[in-house]
């Protein structure tokens, strides 16, 4: 599975981070967090560097405390010049930065709002751990002749004229006729 960053202001957004890091976790996704991650006795700044090189996904947790903090800015920024997906989490009321304006974001400032966008985020990280499962990207995969097509719980991979078709039970191999 992916692994996504947390970016938030603890002033105002630990509770939240962790309450997001657990649910994270139990969706099979790794989860990056200061608090958790930074080692003593090394430059902060660097670990961050180090991390968003690594990580997969930036999720931006948007608090007011959020919001004003320059470190915050900075990881969300660095994040986009790493062309790292940011997924910006309105966790609390308050002003989303104009840069951060144009991307979608999802709600999960009320208990009502919470689950829904939890979902929401779930459903626009699914191909980062897409990804990490079949490392080609669509582009490589393209050039190659290979092809992955998912349908309800059965991934079937596509080489050339041959297709192999992998099941949660088992495996099956059916021959040169895909629609056979």
């Not at 951060?100 to 751990?129: A, F």
């Not at 499962?133 to 991934?155: F, H």
Request: hydrophobic letters at 40%; glycine letters at 6%.
């Amino acid at each position: 599975m992916g692994t996504i960053f947390l970016s938030y202001a603890r002033a105002d957004g630990k509770a939240a981070a962790t309450r997001l890091r657990a649910e994270l976790q139990k969706a099979r996704f790794q989860v990056w967090q200061d608090i958790e991650d930074m080692q003593g006795g090394q430059a902060w700044k660097e670990q961050l560097r180090a991390a968003l090189r690594m990580v997969d996904g930036v999720a931006v947790l948007l608090t007011p405390a959020a919001v004003a903090s320059k470190n915050v800015e900075w990881e969300w920024e660095n994040a986009l010049t790493l062309e790292k997906p940011v997924f910006p989490l309105l966790m609390m009321p308050c002003s989303v930065p104009e840069e951060l304006q144009r991307l979608h974001y999802h709600n999960l400032s009320t208990e009502q709002d919470y689950v829904m966008g939890l979902l929401s985020l779930l459903r626009d990280l699914d191909p980062i751990s897409a990804n990490q499962d079949n490392p080609q990207t669509p582009l490589e995969a393209s050039k190659t002749g290979d092809r992955n097509i998912a349908r309800s719980g059965t991934v079937t991979h596509q080489h050339g004229k041959y297709n192999t078709q992998i099941g949660k039970a088992q495996n099956l191999r059916i021959g040169d006729d895909y629609n056979g």
